[in-house]
Structure formats: C-alpha cells, structure tokens
C-alpha cells in the first residue's frame, strides 16, 4: 500500500489560476494573465537586483554566493567557483508558523 505525504503532493501555475479563478470568480484566461505579469515582476525586480518584499508572506531577495573551490571529480581538478548572485525566497515568520502547524512531520 503506497501512503501519500501532504509534503510530497505538488501545485503547478495551472492549479493556483484554477483555484483563483474559483474563488474569485474571474476568468481563467485573466488570472492566468495576472498570475504570470506577476511572476514577471518579481524575476524583472530581482534581474535589476532589487528585492520584492510581500508583508505577511515573504521576501524575494538576491543572494551573493562567495567565492569558493570545488572540485571537478570527473577529472580529479580543483577549479575555482567565482562569486555570483542568487535568488532566494525567505518566507515571513507567520508563513513559517503555519507551515509548521499545519503539516506535522512524521
């Protein structure tokens, strides 16, 4: 018998217009539109280097990766891994919190 984990289930972009068109009564093709200008702004913000910052929910940032060697194990070489910049998502303490209570490990 195979058991399905709240964790492992997953929503694609499909689902949440679904879901916002659902609930909001709108057409799927609107929110559809809406859903991606919106993704668009947040990935045009952190291009430019700005943050996106959504109260209650979570903050796009860019990150910087240090400098570091690694190791090419194919070849048996260290190569050098220049520093570079990263987007990162950290969610706001009450999504944290409701993530935690609402999904109880196991």
């Known amino acids: 018998m195979v058991q399905h984990n709240k964790i492992g289930k997953k929503m694609t972009k499909a689902d949440i217009v679904a879901k916002i068109s659902e609930k909001l009564g709108l057409e799927k093709g609107d929110v ?23 109260r209650g929910f979570g903050s796009f940032i860019v990150k910087t990766r240090a400098e570091k060697t690694g190791r090419n194990i ?14 990162a998502f950290k969610p706001a303490k009450v999504f944290v919190e409701g993530v935690k209570i609402n999904n109880e490990a196991k």
């Open 32 to 54: 559809q539109a809406t859903v991606e200008t919106f993704m668009n702004e947040v990935k045009n913000s952190l291009e430019t280097g700005d943050n996106v910052y959504l």
């Open 74 to 87: 194919s070849k048996n070489t260290t190569i050098k891994i220049p520093a570079h910049n990263i987007p």
